[in-house]
């Protein structure tokens, strides 16, 4: 089976600070990865997914930005953080069979 | 009008007691539904998928209504560990996967 490993798992960053987040998958290869953000109170918003290595597909524009160096690795980052980056970070891997998703631990981000 | 509305709560309800959750979403063209668990401060968790003849596991039956476009969760004999949030998930095309913004559960003693 599947595991998904995030880190960090808390955050706290200044405004206009850079920021890595990063993910890995074990337990499957040519995985169909994706960064989803939940807001306090809300839910998710799809922000990136990968279907292989170096494929990144934006659904939101924003100051955001993903990148897939290694086949289960997924990085998701920016160069100046907003206040309104604050967040709960979760990556996910799709199982190709049965349509569902499973998330990794999440990174809880704070944007001070 | 939201891709995928649910009710956010919270439901308060005495252990024992059965509880039922509604989704709607906007899509017609949506395939596949599920329905996520997610406890406070972790991530959402399979609960079940919802297939359109109905399905059941233990405690917990998923109906689906494709004309109706919802689909709803009903939770029989409460425990206290079944406080959560409730998401409802909806997919269309392979990468486009809607989340409701939950509905939250607390069984009390």
């Known amino acids: 089976s599947q595991t998904i490993h995030q880190w960090p798992a808390t955050l706290v960053q200044p405004v206009g600070s850079p920021l890595s987040l990063e993910c890995t998958v074990e337990g499957t290869s040519n995985p169909n990865l994706y960064w989803y953000r939940q807001a306090a109170g809300r839910g998710l918003q799809l922000l990136f997914y990968?279907?292989?290595?170096?494929?990144i597909s934006s659904e939101v524009p924003q100051n955001l930005s993903a990148s897939r160096p290694q086949d289960r690795q997924f990085i998701l980052s920016s160069k100046k953080l907003l206040l309104s980056d604050s967040g709960f970070y979760l990556c996910?891997?799709?199982?190709?069979?049965?349509?569902?998703?499973?998330f990794g631990p999440g990174t809880r981000l704070t944007v001070l | 009008r939201k891709e995928v509305e649910q009710d956010p709560g919270p439901f308060n309800v005495p252990e024992g007691a059965t509880v039922a959750f509604n989704c709607t979403y906007s899509n017609s063209a949506s395939q596949s539904f599920f329905w996520y668990r997610q406890d406070c401060r972790k991530e959402p968790k399979l609960l079940m998928s919802?297939?359109?003849s109905g399905n059941e596991d233990g405690r917990f039956t998923a109906q689906l209504n494709r004309a109706s476009q919802y689909i709803s969760l009903l939770i029989r004999d409460s425990k206290l560990s079944d406080s959560a949030t409730y998401l409802c998930v909806v997919t269309s095309e392979s990468h486009d996967m809607r989340f409701g913004a939950g509905t939250r559960l607390t069984v009390k003693p």
């Open positions: 990968s279907v292989g290595i170096g494929q």
């Open positions: 996910s891997q799709r199982a190709y069979l049965t349509d569902t998703q499973y």
């Open positions: 919802v297939y359109s």
